[in-house]
Nanobody, 124 residues
């Protein structure tokens, strides 16, 4: 069992930065693939970024490449999403998720555990 708690969301102006954190409980965090997803009002949940258990592989949605960076600290059982050059279209609730395997990292249905989400609002 893994429990996930996100933090770090807020209101920021376009061009600004935020760093999201996702703290995990459970002994096997270091073996899980971790992902960040987001959901804007009236839209489906979409993939943002994912990172392998070791941190050696990362994946990004095309629209955030070069602006967002996913990382993890297995000793602290925490995964991060550094978001720079934020745009109004990045406004959404951001969720972190975990899966014990390494399957279809962009597919939310592959993730077994989810956090409650944190709101990110980017003003123009």
């Amino acid at each position: 069992q893994v429990q996930l708690v996100e933090s770090g969301g807020g209101l920021v102006q376009a061009g600004g930065s935020l760093r999201l954190s996702c703290a995990a409980s459970g002994r096997t965090f270091s073996s899980y693939t971790m992902g960040w997803f987001r959901q804007a009002p009236g839209k489906e949940r979409e993939f943002v970024a994912a990172i392998s258990w070791s941190g050696g592989s990362t994946y990004y949605q095309d629209s955030v490449k070069g602006r967002f960076t996913i990382s993890r600290d297995n000793a602290k059982k925490t995964v991060y999403l550094q978001m720079n050059s934020l745009k109004p279209e990045d406004t959404a609730v951001y969720y972190c998720a975990a899966q014990p395997k390494y399957l279809e990292t962009m597919n939310p249905s592959r993730y077994n555990y989810w956090g409650q989400g944190t709101q990110v609002t980017v003003s123009s």
